[in-house]
């Protein structure tokens, strides 16, 4: 490697190829000018390696620089944080072509380009990205090669042949530290990247959001079960509880959720199942009726759910039991809770109010009036839409008793107003209803489209018991989802015609969906998932040990089992010719080797014999007629190969040779040698 | 006619004393049609070498001492007015000959240089828009002083790669020299040596080179120094096709000097250090042409079998 000259044309190419691969996956992220930032960047270098243009002065480098620091500022608000540190690093690679004058600058852009490949990592851990961030790493390791390439030789395409060839021989020491070398916690922690707002599920609702979230048909989380995936009807997924009313929203209070779970009295047959959420940049997290977790990044609130110790910054997996027949708060609130769970703000909604008071009046037991709201939803021209009518100040009284048009949330909030009107404490639980079996790898697939919201009401003796008035109006929807629901109207997904959940009636287009689907989710599971804990469990599994010394030892002895083929094969001795000439040669100076004698580096065949001879002085005629006939058959003649009669006749000398030769050398021949 | 071969190496000699090996790489560099460098300190015997081997060959000699004045007219010839038949007459240079010594070639402008040097590439010579061939064996012994480059202009590689071999002859040993004192003047000598080849049997000899056998194997040697040179860190720029024909070429005339009608991997190393060490440079070492560790390396690197 030189570490003065100018940097090949050839390498220089190979570097800007491997530069744009390295920037393209994280150039939709960023601002438009920041491609345009790099085009002008590499064409200034190209302009230099052709003599049009200089260096920039230290002047313009200092402009450059403090045009990008203001550049990150601008567009990210703050220097601080992984969002801006990123995007500094990757503009600063990109100015860094600039001060390429030597092989060495070169080096340090393309090691700076191995650590903005991780960087993407940050971001996005597709199993897409994955496969393409192993190209950029060919295309990196191929500049790297290129970089030590001599100016004779110089071919990109062998650059990349060798550079796939390395990239070949890694991948079995990579499977190996994937899967033994231990996952040290980060040292620091970071705030979690691109924390823009996604589509997800709010801590407040207002009639009308969870219909906008039924809209989009992204993937909320996928929940693969120990044994049988429950029905449809049964998978009510909750999240949170809305608590709070404002007269028009339902809003979380932290209240509710902040402390340590109730009393509960566990019942029913218990579900074991894992689930895996998306980033959703929220801490909820998804459970059925009656959850225990025994996760480490789990915690328990008060009001029966489960929630992630911070918010999701990355695709996360936790194990979750539930027993969905089990009691909640059966012995009574306490008094907190009780207010909490019955407050109305005042003056809203005057004809519901009336109505609550007069259900009050007629049904003495809570129970009763619970069902007899029921029974009115069901009764009553109530109708399930994803497009409801605009609603005006007192919207439950106008959906009540005006409209009778709604969506869930709709349903969910009147009811819950009501119960709390007639002096029932009830909640509203948000989260998601059902959910798409995935056949090929037996999970379930939840939609942002199967956010639903129900009630959950406090009945003595029964504790918190969950009623969902949807039901009473539109059961198809409980039953088979929500596309079966909105069958009739059409609106099921009408804004994102591409969305792959529309096309479930096509059925190859389908399997493939899921099929897609399945991939991403095991990818999810095995990869991504496969954190500390999982890491551990394998670890006892086979190993059946978790001392970080033995595992350390069972690590190195993996990765010396790998290496070794790969080693040997790198290291093999010369490969056995074909040709009879050159094998009875090699032959010999085997066996030649054992007396401890052995050709010098480079020395020909007829120095080579004078040497023998005179070290061998015993074996002079044999080893003369060897090597005369070597000689002649090796160099005298031009072209093909001789034929056999020749050949069997040198291999004849040779064993001659071979027979006469003593077991050791007789002393003193090793002086003559030297 | 290879006893006059060997008749005619004993002759050079005996008036070179002490450099069998410089002189048979001399011979062989003729008679792989190829042009000779010699780099050495004055006294030498440059020229000593260069006279008896055109008297031993039987060659028409001539020898032309660069200055930094001459111009290529010098070395090429002018062409004069004749005031009786009123018209231009060529009076030819000093390359009209069969043997040419440039002394101290280093000395001239590039200008008169690439005279001399294009002559020897082609073959022939163009003055005044008429082409003139030069005689047919046509054989350039150049010298070159190592020391006291004040005032010179060093060969470029490009011009360098025009010399099939660079040869250096190096102090005598001091039983050479001894006899060398003790035996008769230099001139004496040389005066004595009688032609053994003409000019039919030298051109005989030159034709006969390139059919000796070069076998699969031995090309195969050839092309692995070679292609080391280009792949290796080593060396600064690696060896050109150029060399690899020159090298095949001299290993076949030492293989003819041996009395051997093929060429064994001996003959290559032998040709080899002349042959390649003015083409190559180490990366070490950005201005100088000191290839000679470079050849040794490169024999030591390369495996000959």
Redesign the interface.
């Known amino acids: 490697m030189k570490a003065y000259g100018l940097i090949p044309r050839n390498s220089l190419a190979w570097l800007l190829i491997a530069q744009i691969v390295v920037l393209l996956p994280q150039l939709p992220r960023l601002p438009f000018w920041v491609a345009v930032l790099w085009l002008s960047c590499a064409l200034w270098r190209i302009q230099i390696q052709r003599m049009r243009w200089g260096y920039p002065g230290i002047i313009s480098k200092v402009i450059a620089l403090m045009v990008v620091v203001v550049g990150v500022f601008t567009s990210q608000g703050t220097l601080i944080g992984l969002d801006a540190a990123v995007m500094l690093l990757l503009l600063l690679f990109m100015l860094k072509l600039l001060e390429m004058r030597t092989p060495r600058d070169a080096l340090v852009v393309i090691y700076l380009g191995f650590f903005i490949v991780a960087t993407a990592f940050l971001f996005n851990q597709s199993i897409f990205l994955a496969f393409y961030q192993c190209f950029s790493m060919l295309v990196l390791v191929a500049a790297l090669v290129g970089l030590q390439q001599t100016p004779g030789r110089n071919d990109p395409a062998r650059a990349f042949r060798t550079g796939s060839v390395l990239m070949l021989q890694a991948i079995p020491l990579m499977l190996v530290l994937f899967v033994l070398f231990p996952r040290i916690g980060p040292l620091w922690a970071v705030n979690a990247p691109g924390s823009q707002a996604r589509t997800g599920l709010a801590e407040s609702m207002a009639p009308g959001d969870v219909a906008d979230l039924a809209r989009s048909g992204e993937l909320a989380f996928r929940a693969s079960f120990d044994g049988d995936i429950p029905a449809h009807r049964d998978l009510y997924w909750r999240a949170m509880t809305l608590t709070r009313f404002d007269g028009r929203r339902w809003s979380h209070s932290s209240f509710s959720s902040a402390g340590p779970p109730g009393d509960w009295q566990p019942r029913g047959e218990q579900l074991d199942y894992r689930i895996v959420t998306r980033a959703s940049h929220q801490p909820w997290l998804f459970s059925l009726r009656g959850a225990s977790s025994e996760d480490e990044q789990v915690l328990m609130t008060q009001d029966f759910m489960v929630r992630a110790k911070r918010p999701i910054s990355q695709a996360m997996a936790y194990r979750v039991s539930s027993r969905p027949q089990s009691l909640l708060d059966p012995d009574g609130l306490d008094p907190l809770q009780r207010r909490i769970n019955l407050s109305l703000p005042e003056g809203s909604d005057p004809r519901s109010r009336a109505w609550a008071a007069q259900l009050r009046e007629t049904h003495d037991d809570d129970a009763a009036l619970v069902q007899a709201l029921l029974t009115h939803f069901n009764r009553e021209p109530f109708h399930y839409t994803l497009r409801p009518d605009l609603l005006g100040q007192h919207t439950n009284d106008q959906f009540l008793f005006d409209t009778q048009r709604g969506f869930c949330a709709h349903f969910a909030g009147a009811m819950t107003f009501v119960l709390r009107a007639a002096g029932i404490p009830s909640r509203v639980v948000a989260g998601y209803q059902g959910g798409e079996v995935n056949p090929r790898g037996d999970y379930v697939l939840v939609h942002q489209f199967d956010a639903h919201a129900w009630v959950e009401a406090w009945l003595p003796g029964q504790g918190w018991v969950s009623v969902d008035p949807t039901f009473q109006v539109a059961p198809e929807r409980i039953e088979r989802g929500l596309q079966e629901a909105m069958r009739g109207e059409g609106s099921f997904l009408e804004d994102s015609p591409l969305a792959g959940a529309r096309f479930r009636s096509i059925g190859w287009l389908n399997n493939m969906r899921l099929a897609w689907d399945d991939v991403n989710y095991q990818w999810q599971l095995r990869v991504l998932g496969y954190e500390s804990e999982r890491q551990l469990e394998f670890f006892r599994r086979w190993l059946g040990t978790t001392d970080w010394q033995r595992i350390g030892i069972f690590l190195l002895v993996a990765v010396a089992i790998v290496m070794l083929p790969l080693a040997l094969w790198t290291l093999r001795p010369q490969k056995r010719s074909n040709d009879p000439r050159k094998q009875a040669w090699n032959q010999l100076n085997n066996r030649l080797k054992r007396l401890g004698l052995q050709a010098r580096n480079g020395e020909g065949p007829r120095d080579w014999q004078a040497r023998l001879v005179a070290a061998l002085p015993g074996q002079k005629s044999q080893l003369n007629a060897f090597f005369d006939d070597y000689v002649m058959l090796t160099y005298g003649h031009s072209g093909g190969k001789p034929d056999k009669m020749l050949t069997s006749n040198l291999t004849k000398k040779r064993r001659a040779l071979q027979r006469c030769l003593p077991r050791k050398l007789p002393p003193g021949a090793t002086r003559v040698l030297d | 006619m290879r006893d006059a071969l060997n008749e005619a190496l004993r002759a050079v000699d005996q008036v070179l004393l002490g450099k069998q090996q410089a002189v048979r790489l001399a011979v062989a560099c003729i008679l792989a049609k190829g042009h000779l460098l010699i780099e050495d300190l004055p006294g030498m015997g440059k020229t000593t070498l260069s006279q008896a081997l055109a008297r031993v060959m039987g060659l028409s000699y001539q020898r032309i001492q660069f200055t930094s004045d001459l111009l290529p007219g010098d070395i090429l010839g002018t062409s004069v007015f004749d005031r009786n038949n009123a018209q231009f007459v060529f009076h030819p240079g000093p390359i009209f000959a069969e043997l040419i010594l440039a002394d101290e070639i280093n000395r001239a402008t590039p200008k008169s240089q690439s005279a001399l040097l294009e002559a020897m590439e082609e073959g022939q010579v163009t003055v005044d828009g008429a082409t003139r061939p030069l005689p047919d064996p046509f054989f350039v012994i150049a010298t070159q002083n190592p020391v006291s480059q004040s005032g010179t202009f060093a060969l470029p590689e490009s011009q360098l790669d025009r010399f099939l071999m660079r040869l250096s002859l190096g102090y005598p040993s001091m039983a050479a020299e001894r006899s060398l004192l003790l035996g008769d003047a230099r001139k004496i000598r040389l005066d004595r040596v009688e032609p053994v080849l003409n000019r039919q049997q030298l051109h005989a000899l030159q034709q006969a080179v390139p059919d000796i ?6 090309v195969d040697y050839i092309l692995r120094l070679v292609s080391r040179t ?4 080593v060396c600064s ?2 060896l050109s096709p150029r060399a690899s024909l020159g090298l095949l070429a001299a290993s076949r005339a030492w293989a003819m000097m041996e009395n051997r ?6 003959d ?2 032998a040709v080899l250090p002349s042959v390649v060490s003015h083409r190559l440079r180490a ?1 070490e070492d950005p201005s100088g042409h000191g290839g000679g560790g470079l050849a040794q390396w490169l ?7």
């Open positions: 056998t070069a076998s699969e194997a031995i280009r792949e290796s860190q720029w690696g009608g093929y060429v064994i991997p001996e290559v190393q990366i024999l030591n690197e390369v495996p000959a079998v």
